[in-house]
């Protein structure tokens, strides 16, 4: 905090890359998330904030900023409605008390109350990422009783997109590249203040806490026992 307060931002942040990217190559993927975490936290500090005069001018500045946010989706992705967005990640350490979650954004708003989380069951040939994200999928889709999505937004790349068998409009956001995939695998890339990829952002940092909260608590209870 000491260093942010005195303006080294590109330092700290390339340190915090630097620390991802090893964490990354020797597979302490939990480590690599925390500090991809703190950079999506920089981030949003450097944005430029909204004044207080722009809502004066503009009493329905929130919503034009959503609705901004999935035209701009709509220009990117070439799919609508975006009514109900949904977005899934996986969290788990070599595999144990492995979870899931869904994050929602509602007309471009997100909205934790249609979050869920999911526990994935051990396979038997091992960890695996893909396979754990086609259990939580596959469970998802079956429940009829849950409000049907416009778009599927994974967390990860081509690999990830593998498991898709559904005609739901599917894209995936891959990590620190921030570049998302369509199911043909072509990239999507969009500059970091495009108000579409922030709010898919958003979901990705909110399924990616959600899913760990649960995969936290799944592990005390494991080590308590």
């Known amino acids: 905090?000491?260093?942010l307060l005195r303006g080294e931002f590109s330092k700290v942040k390339?340190?915090?890359l630097e620390g991802m990217r090893i964490a990354s190559k020797i597979q302490?993927?939990?480590k690599a998330s925390l500090l991809r975490d703190k950079l999506k936290n920089l981030d949003y500090l450097l944005?430029?904030?909204i004044s207080a005069d722009e809502y004066i001018v503009n009493p329905n500045l929130v919503d034009d900023k959503r609705q901004e946010s999935l035209e701009n989706l709509h220009l990117a992705l070439s799919t609508w409605p975006?009514?109900?967005?949904?977005?899934?990640?996986?969290s788990n350490l070599s595999g144990t008390s492995a979870t899931g979650a869904m994050t929602v954004a509602i007309d471009g708003q997100i909205t934790p109350s249609e979050y869920r989380h999911f526990t994935?069951?051990?396979?038997?040939?091992?960890p695996n990422d893909v396979e754990m994200m086609r259990e939580m999928l596959t469970r998802r889709l079956k429940r009829d009783d849950w409000?049907?999505?416009d778009l599927i937004v994974l967390d990860g790349g081509k690999t990830q997109l593998s498991i898709v068998n559904w005609t739901i409009p599917t894209f995936g956001l891959a990590k620190q590249e921030e570049i998302i995939f369509d199911i043909k695998g072509n990239e999507i890339k969009l500059e970091r203040s495009n108000p579409g990829l922030?709010?898919?952002?958003?979901?990705?940092?909110?399924?990616?806490?959600?899913?760990r909260h649960l995969h936290h608590k799944h592990r005390s209870a494991t080590i308590k026992i």
Do not use: C, N, T, V
């Open 120 to 126: 994935i069951h051990p396979a038997a040939s091992g």
């Open 14 to 16: 390339s340190e915090l």
């Open 47 to 49: 944005q430029k904030p």
């Open 147 to 149: 409000p049907k999505p």
């Open 28 to 30: 302490d993927f939990e």
């Open 82 to 90: 975006l009514a109900r967005i949904e977005m899934y990640d996986i």
């Open 198 to 211: 922030q709010l898919l952002q958003r979901l990705r940092d909110e399924a990616h806490r959600f899913s």
């Open 1 to 3: 905090l000491k260093r």
